[in-house]
T-cell receptor, first 115, second 110 residues
Framework: DTAVSQTPKYLVTQMGNDKSIKCEQN?????MYWYKQDSKKFLKIMFS???????INETVPNRFSPKSPDKAHLNLHINSLELGDSAVYFC??????????????FGNGTRLTVT | GEDVEQSLFLSVREGDSSVINCTYT??????LYWYKQEPGAGLQLLTY?????DMKQDQRLTVLLNKKDKHLSLRIADTQTGDSAIYFC??????????FGQGTELSVKP
Protein backbone atom coordinates (compact mmCIF):
# COMPACT_ATOMS: atom_id res chain seq x y z
CA ASP A 1 0.00 0.00 0.00
CA THR A 2 2.95 2.29 -0.73
CA ALA A 3 1.70 5.81 -1.40
CA VAL A 4 4.37 6.99 -3.86
CA SER A 5 6.45 4.26 -5.41
CA GLN A 6 9.27 4.65 -7.86
CA THR A 7 11.36 2.11 -9.72
CA PRO A 8 14.10 1.17 -9.89
CA LYS A 9 15.61 1.92 -6.48
CA TYR A 10 19.13 1.74 -7.90
CA LEU A 11 20.28 2.36 -11.45
CA VAL A 12 23.88 2.00 -12.58
CA THR A 13 24.62 2.76 -16.19
CA GLN A 14 27.30 4.03 -18.53
CA MET A 15 27.66 7.47 -20.03
CA GLY A 16 25.71 7.95 -23.21
CA ASN A 17 22.97 5.48 -22.37
CA ASP A 18 19.25 6.30 -22.17
CA LYS A 19 17.30 5.29 -19.07
CA SER A 20 13.87 5.75 -17.53
CA ILE A 21 12.61 6.00 -13.98
CA LYS A 22 8.96 5.28 -13.23
CA CYS A 23 6.73 6.71 -10.56
CA GLU A 24 3.21 5.93 -9.44
CA GLN A 25 1.06 7.36 -6.66
CA ASN A 26 -2.11 5.85 -5.23
CA UNK A 27 -3.10 8.85 -3.13
CA UNK A 28 -5.47 10.30 -5.69
CA UNK A 29 -3.35 13.46 -5.88
CA UNK A 30 -3.57 15.79 -8.86
CA UNK A 31 0.04 16.95 -8.89
CA MET A 32 3.29 15.05 -9.26
CA TYR A 33 6.90 16.18 -9.19
CA TRP A 34 10.45 15.15 -9.89
CA TYR A 35 13.18 16.42 -7.57
CA LYS A 36 16.92 15.88 -7.87
CA GLN A 37 19.05 15.48 -4.73
CA ASP A 38 22.76 15.97 -5.30
CA SER A 39 25.69 14.57 -3.34
CA LYS A 40 25.45 17.45 -0.86
CA LYS A 41 21.80 16.51 -0.16
CA PHE A 42 20.52 19.67 -1.85
CA LEU A 43 17.01 19.13 -3.24
CA LYS A 44 15.96 20.95 -6.38
CA ILE A 45 12.69 20.71 -8.25
CA MET A 46 12.94 19.63 -11.86
CA PHE A 47 9.37 19.23 -13.11
CA SER A 48 5.80 19.34 -11.93
CA UNK A 49 2.68 17.99 -13.61
CA UNK A 50 -0.88 18.80 -12.64
CA UNK A 51 -3.41 16.33 -13.97
CA UNK A 52 -1.10 15.32 -16.86
CA UNK A 53 -0.24 18.93 -17.73
CA UNK A 54 3.30 20.28 -17.30
CA UNK A 55 3.20 23.28 -14.95
CA ILE A 56 6.77 23.62 -13.68
CA ASN A 57 9.81 23.10 -15.85
CA GLU A 58 12.94 24.34 -14.18
CA THR A 59 16.20 24.88 -15.99
CA VAL A 60 16.87 21.26 -16.78
CA PRO A 61 18.75 19.98 -19.84
CA ASN A 62 16.36 18.84 -22.54
CA ARG A 63 17.92 15.38 -22.27
CA PHE A 64 15.44 15.01 -19.40
CA SER A 65 11.89 14.41 -20.57
CA PRO A 66 9.02 13.77 -18.16
CA LYS A 67 5.94 11.91 -19.31
CA SER A 68 2.63 11.66 -17.53
CA PRO A 69 0.29 9.09 -19.12
CA ASP A 70 -2.31 9.75 -16.41
CA LYS A 71 -2.45 11.71 -13.19
CA ALA A 72 -1.26 8.74 -11.12
CA HIS A 73 1.95 8.26 -13.09
CA LEU A 74 4.92 10.45 -13.87
CA ASN A 75 7.92 8.92 -15.56
CA LEU A 76 11.31 10.48 -16.21
CA HIS A 77 13.32 9.60 -19.28
CA ILE A 78 16.94 10.67 -19.55
CA ASN A 79 18.84 10.58 -22.85
CA SER A 80 22.60 10.51 -23.34
CA LEU A 81 23.42 10.19 -19.67
CA GLU A 82 26.36 12.18 -18.31
CA LEU A 83 28.49 11.77 -15.21
CA GLY A 84 26.88 14.86 -13.68
CA ASP A 85 23.47 13.21 -13.81
CA SER A 86 24.51 10.94 -10.95
CA ALA A 87 22.19 11.81 -8.07
CA VAL A 88 19.14 10.57 -6.21
CA TYR A 89 15.91 11.36 -8.03
CA PHE A 90 12.76 11.69 -5.96
CA CYS A 91 9.22 11.53 -7.20
CA UNK A 92 6.58 13.29 -5.08
CA UNK A 93 2.90 14.11 -5.21
CA UNK A 94 0.55 16.61 -3.62
CA UNK A 95 -3.18 17.24 -3.61
CA UNK A 96 -2.92 20.39 -5.66
CA UNK A 97 -0.27 22.53 -7.25
CA UNK A 98 -1.06 25.96 -5.89
CA UNK A 99 -2.97 25.13 -2.76
CA UNK A 100 -2.11 26.97 0.37
CA UNK A 101 -1.38 23.74 2.16
CA UNK A 102 -0.24 21.00 -0.13
CA UNK A 103 2.55 19.09 1.54
CA UNK A 104 4.53 16.77 -0.66
CA UNK A 105 4.53 13.01 -0.27
CA PHE A 106 7.81 11.53 -1.46
CA GLY A 107 8.85 8.22 -2.92
CA ASN A 108 11.97 6.51 -1.58
CA GLY A 109 14.18 7.74 -4.38
CA THR A 110 16.13 6.26 -7.27
CA ARG A 111 19.89 6.39 -6.89
CA LEU A 112 21.33 6.89 -10.36
CA THR A 113 25.04 6.27 -10.86
CA VAL A 114 26.56 7.07 -14.22
CA THR A 115 30.01 5.55 -14.86
CA GLY B 1 14.30 35.81 -4.38
CA GLU B 2 13.80 32.33 -3.09
CA ASP B 3 16.33 31.08 -0.61
CA VAL B 4 16.07 28.81 2.41
CA GLU B 5 19.12 28.36 4.60
CA GLN B 6 19.99 25.97 7.38
CA SER B 7 23.14 25.02 9.21
CA LEU B 8 24.52 21.75 7.89
CA PHE B 9 25.26 19.79 11.06
CA LEU B 10 24.04 19.44 14.63
CA SER B 11 25.27 16.98 17.23
CA VAL B 12 23.51 16.37 20.54
CA ARG B 13 23.52 13.80 23.33
CA GLU B 14 20.61 11.42 23.78
CA GLY B 15 18.00 12.94 26.09
CA ASP B 16 18.99 16.54 25.30
CA SER B 17 16.86 18.92 23.27
CA SER B 18 17.80 19.64 19.66
CA VAL B 19 17.09 22.94 17.98
CA ILE B 20 17.36 23.17 14.21
CA ASN B 21 17.18 26.63 12.71
CA CYS B 22 16.13 27.87 9.30
CA THR B 23 15.87 31.25 7.59
CA TYR B 24 13.85 31.98 4.48
CA THR B 25 13.43 34.95 2.20
CA UNK B 26 9.96 34.76 0.66
CA UNK B 27 7.70 36.78 2.97
CA UNK B 28 4.64 35.64 1.02
CA UNK B 29 5.11 32.03 2.10
CA UNK B 30 1.88 30.82 3.64
CA UNK B 31 3.05 27.50 5.01
CA LEU B 32 6.43 26.35 6.25
CA TYR B 33 7.34 22.71 6.62
CA TRP B 34 9.79 20.43 8.33
CA TYR B 35 10.69 17.17 6.62
CA LYS B 36 12.84 14.31 7.92
CA GLN B 37 15.02 12.12 5.70
CA GLU B 38 16.45 8.91 7.08
CA PRO B 39 19.34 7.18 5.24
CA GLY B 40 18.25 5.60 1.97
CA ALA B 41 14.71 6.89 2.25
CA GLY B 42 12.57 9.68 0.91
CA LEU B 43 11.49 12.75 2.83
CA GLN B 44 8.70 12.38 5.38
CA LEU B 45 6.59 15.32 6.46
CA LEU B 46 7.19 15.90 10.17
CA THR B 47 5.17 18.99 10.86
CA TYR B 48 4.15 22.33 9.38
CA UNK B 49 3.08 25.76 10.52
CA UNK B 50 0.79 28.35 8.99
CA UNK B 51 2.39 31.74 8.59
CA UNK B 52 -0.02 33.52 10.93
CA UNK B 53 1.03 31.29 13.83
CA ASP B 54 3.99 31.83 16.15
CA MET B 55 4.23 28.37 17.56
CA LYS B 56 2.98 24.87 17.02
CA GLN B 57 3.54 21.91 19.34
CA ASP B 58 3.14 18.30 18.37
CA GLN B 59 4.29 15.82 21.03
CA ARG B 60 8.11 16.14 21.21
CA LEU B 61 8.22 18.65 18.38
CA THR B 62 7.87 22.41 18.78
CA VAL B 63 7.95 24.73 15.78
CA LEU B 64 8.63 28.42 16.35
CA LEU B 65 8.07 31.00 13.64
CA ASN B 66 9.36 34.57 13.73
CA LYS B 67 7.77 36.04 10.64
CA LYS B 68 9.40 39.44 11.07
CA ASP B 69 12.88 37.91 10.97
CA LYS B 70 11.82 35.11 8.59
CA HIS B 71 13.20 32.58 11.02
CA LEU B 72 11.83 29.11 11.66
CA SER B 73 13.05 26.59 14.19
CA LEU B 74 12.31 22.99 15.08
CA ARG B 75 12.86 21.85 18.64
CA ILE B 76 12.96 18.14 19.40
CA ALA B 77 12.61 17.39 23.10
CA ASP B 78 14.29 14.34 24.67
CA THR B 79 16.18 13.56 21.48
CA GLN B 80 16.60 9.85 20.79
CA THR B 81 19.07 7.97 18.58
CA GLY B 82 16.17 7.24 16.24
CA ASP B 83 15.92 10.98 15.59
CA SER B 84 19.27 10.91 13.79
CA ALA B 85 18.48 11.99 10.25
CA ILE B 86 18.62 14.98 7.93
CA TYR B 87 15.97 17.62 8.61
CA PHE B 88 14.80 19.89 5.81
CA CYS B 89 13.01 23.17 6.20
CA UNK B 90 10.79 24.18 3.25
CA UNK B 91 8.63 27.12 2.27
CA UNK B 92 5.59 27.03 0.02
CA UNK B 93 5.80 30.00 -2.31
CA UNK B 94 3.02 31.60 -4.34
CA UNK B 95 4.21 29.90 -7.49
CA UNK B 96 3.25 26.55 -6.05
CA UNK B 97 6.81 25.37 -5.55
CA UNK B 98 8.19 23.95 -2.36
CA UNK B 99 11.66 25.43 -1.82
CA PHE B 100 13.93 23.37 0.41
CA GLY B 101 16.89 24.31 2.56
CA GLN B 102 20.12 22.34 2.32
CA GLY B 103 19.16 20.10 5.22
CA THR B 104 20.61 19.81 8.71
CA GLU B 105 22.20 16.49 9.58
CA LEU B 106 21.30 15.68 13.19
CA SER B 107 23.60 13.24 14.94
CA VAL B 108 22.46 11.88 18.32
CA LYS B 109 25.16 10.38 20.49
CA PRO B 110 24.24 7.84 23.18
Amino acid sequence: DTAVSQTPKYLVTQMGNDKSIKCEQNLGHDTMYWYKQDSKKFLKIMFSYNNKELIINETVPNRFSPKSPDKAHLNLHINSLELGDSAVYFCASSEQSRGLHSPLHFGNGTRLTVT
Amino acid sequence: GEDVEQSLFLSVREGDSSVINCTYTDSSSTYLYWYKQEPGAGLQLLTYIFSNMDMKQDQRLTVLLNKKDKHLSLRIADTQTGDSAIYFCAENNQGGKLIFGQGTELSVKP
